[in-house]
C-alpha cells in the first residue's frame, strides 16, 4: 500500500548540533505537512508545503519539498532543549476508500543540554 | 477559540468491554478525523466525519465505529475491546470544507485507552 517513511527513527544531539529528518512518499504528493509531538502531548502542526522545491523557514527550522515533491526533509539548526520531540511528516493518500492524511513513523528527536 | 476537547483523557477497561469516547471540534470546524497512535504502528487512520457523513475510512475492524452529530461533535465506539486496542486515540479537527487531507488538523490531547 501507499507508504510515507521517514528517517531515521530516532537521533540524539548534542544542544547546538544541528538536526535533519527525511521524510519519502511512495507516491507523488499534493501537499505535505510537519507537526511535532512534545512527550505526553498531542501532535501539533507546524508548517504545509504545496510546491515542487518549495523551502519554507520557520526561525531556525527549515522545510524542504522534493523538486518531484515524494520526498521532503525538516533541518533544525542549533537544536535546543525545546525542540525535544517527535516530529512527523504527512501526506495525503488513497487507500481505495477515499483519500487520508498519512503519517510517517516519525522521528523522534532527544537533545543532551 | 477553544482547542480540540476530548474526553475522556484517560480509561481502563478489561477484554470484551466496550467503550466511547468523546470529541468536541474547534468552533466552526465541520471535519473531525480520528486517530491510534501506538508505539509500535505509529499513527493510524481510523476514520473522517464531515456534516455527520463518514466521509473515509482506514483499515481497522467492523469493532470499531463512530458517528458525528449535527454540531460536529464525534463519538467513535470500540466493542469488544481486545489487548492490542490499548493506544492513545486522537482526534482533530478540520476547517476544510474539502478533504482535511489537504488541511491542517488540530489535534486534540488523546484519550489513553488502556485494556487490561
Known amino acids: 500500500g501507499q507508504q510515507v517513511m521517514q528517517i531515521p527513527q530516532y537521533q540524539h544531539v548534542q544542544e547546538g548540533e544541528d538536526f535533519t529528518t527525511y521524510c519519502n512518499s511512495s507516491t507523488t504528493l499534493s501537499n505535505i505537512q510537519w507537526y511535532k509531538q512534545r512527550p505526553g502531548g498531542h501532535p501539533v502542526f507546524l508548517i504545509q508545503l504545496v510546491k515542487s522545491g518549495e523551502v519554507k523557514k520557520q526561525k531556525r527550522l527549515t522545510f524542504q519539498f522534493g523538486e518531484a515533491k515524494k520526498n521532503s526533509s525538516l533541518h533544525i539548526t542549533a537544536t535546543q532543549t525545546t525542540d525535544v520531540g517527535t516530529y512527523f511528516c504527512a501526506g495525503p493518500m488513497n487507500n481505495n476508500a477515499g483519500n487520508m492524511l498519512t503519517f510517517g513513523g516519525g522521528t523522534r528527536l532527544m537533545v543532551k543540554p | 477559540k477553544a482547542g480540540v476537547t476530548q474526553t475522556p483523557r484517560y480509561l481502563i477497561k478489561t477484554r470484551g468491554q466496550q467503550v466511547t469516547l468523546s470529541c468536541s471540534p474547534i468552533s466552526g470546524h465541520r471535519s473531525v478525523s480520528w486517530y491510534q497512535q501506538t508505539p509500535g504502528q505509529g499513527l493510524q487512520f481510523l476514520f473522517e466525519y464531515f456534516s455527520e457523513t463518514q466521509r473515509n475510512k482506514g483499515n481497522f475492524p467492523g469493532r470499531f465505529s463512530g458517528r458525528q452529530f449535527s454540531n460536529s461533535r464525534s463519538e467513535m465506539n470500540v466493542s469488544t475491546l481486545e489487548l492490542g486496542d490499548s493506544a492513545l486515540y486522537l482526534c482533530?479537527?478540520?476547517?476544510?470544507?474539502?478533504?482535511?487531507?489537504?488541511?491542517?488538523?488540530?489535534f486534540g490531547n488523546g484519550t489513553r485507552l488502556t485494556v487490561t
Open positions: 482533530a479537527s478540520s476547517g476544510a470544507k474539502g478533504g482535511s487531507y489537504n488541511s491542517p488538523l488540530h
